[in-house]
């Protein structure tokens, strides 16, 4: 398939504290969240300064990619759109247009399937696509690379670095977890995004050399009555001090890609003191972020939709996900009526990037 551009998707985030408000109205736009809500999230957002790492995280993205397309081919512009702020996708779309790009590769900064990290991403391609009218690049979207060996290898390193980090006497009784967005049942159950991450998990863990694990999930907001993925990771390190168990705990954020609000809420801060207070050790794994293996399987994902010799790598029993989801891939779920409280102290904050 002849692709003349590479299209880098996201979520986005406010780069300043005049834009924290304008960015949540755009996440929250056609949502039922009070007034009072969205400015109680905001606090969140200028406790760091008004600004989400996100974005920075994408440009670093984007140069290390640039260099290895560079070096090892195909050598491709590379553009960046955001679903909720600047660069936007119908902005970035009329770039592309206007640079002449006819047909471009999406890479999605999510690497499972859901409606929130797949099918929504190109709904808001399309909306871009219809937004800039005729002559709107055609956009493909690669495919969910949970189990690609780059992802795990690079998973693995990370984890490795911070097991490696407590003392070796302490080191085969740390406590590993593993951290995901959580996800309302009513999504969870018309996709397979648990049925991957608990896959990844198993695919690192082996690679580590260890036997124990746990999955458990952060970020959960709407109203409680709602049911959403769980454990939480707060309960999940309360049970462990409960049980008496061993103090150190090591978190990977599995389910993320780069540290941006999400990890340096969630983790960095209410898992931080908690464990503060329970007196457990924490060591918090670093997301993929740019390691080389990670910007390597990029290109590979590129390369495999370029020429159907390449080869589609994946590990596990589940294998690689199809380049066009079927039609009724990752459902929307029905939202609830209102969204008026959260679960967990930050809820709604937790879910912004």
């Known amino acids: 398939m002849k692709y003349d551009a590479i299209l880098i998707t996201s979520f986005g985030g406010p780069e300043s504290s005049a834009d924290v408000l304008p960015f949540l109205e755009n996440v929250l736009r056609g949502k039922n969240v009070p007034q009072e809500r969205m400015l109680e999230v905001a606090e969140h957002y200028y406790h760091f300064g008004g600004k989400s790492p996100i974005n920075d995280q994408n440009r670093q993205l984007i140069a290390a990619l640039e260099k290895e397309l560079a070096q090892h081919g195909p050598r491709l512009p590379i553009y960046w759109g955001n679903r909720n702020w600047h660069p936007l996708l119908p902005d970035t779309l009329r770039k592309m247009q206007a640079d002449g790009v006819r047909r471009a590769l999406a890479f999605v900064t999510s690497a499972y399937s859901s409606y929130s990290s797949c099918r929504q991403y190109r709904e808001d391609i399309a909306r871009a696509q219809q937004s800039v009218g005729e002559g709107a690049p055609s956009v493909d979207k690669i495919r969910a690379f949970h189990n690609h060996p780059g992802f795990i290898e690079a998973v693995t390193d990370r984890v490795k670095d911070s097991l490696e980090s407590i003392p070796q006497d302490r080191r085969e009784t740390a406590h590993l977890i593993y951290t995901a967005h959580s996800i309302p049942m009513a999504m969870a159950q018309s996709c397979d995004y648990e049925l991957q991450l608990r896959e990844t998990c198993r695919l690192v863990t082996a690679n580590l050399g260890r036997q124990e694990w746990r999955l458990v999930y952060q970020s959960r907001s709407g109203p409680p009555s709602q049911p959403w993925l769980e454990p939480d990771v707060l309960t999940c390190l309360r049970e462990i001090k409960a049980r008496g168990c061993n103090a150190d705990v090591v978190i990977s954020p599995i389910g993320f890609v780069s540290d941006h609000m999400e990890i340096l809420f969630d983790l960095d801060t ?84």
């Open 270 to 353: 209410e898992a931080a003191e908690l464990c503060a207070e329970l007196g457990l050790h924490m060591v918090r794994a670093g997301t993929v972020g740019t390691h080389p293996r990670f910007i390597k399987m990029i290109r590979e994902l590129i390369c495999e939709r370029m020429d159907d010799n390449y080869g589609r790598a994946a590990l596990g029993v589940l294998g690689p996900r199809p380049d066009v989801c079927p039609a009724d891939c990752c459902p929307m779920p029905k939202r609830p009526e209102a969204r008026t409280t959260t679960h967990g102290g930050s809820g709604l904050a937790r879910r912004l990037s």
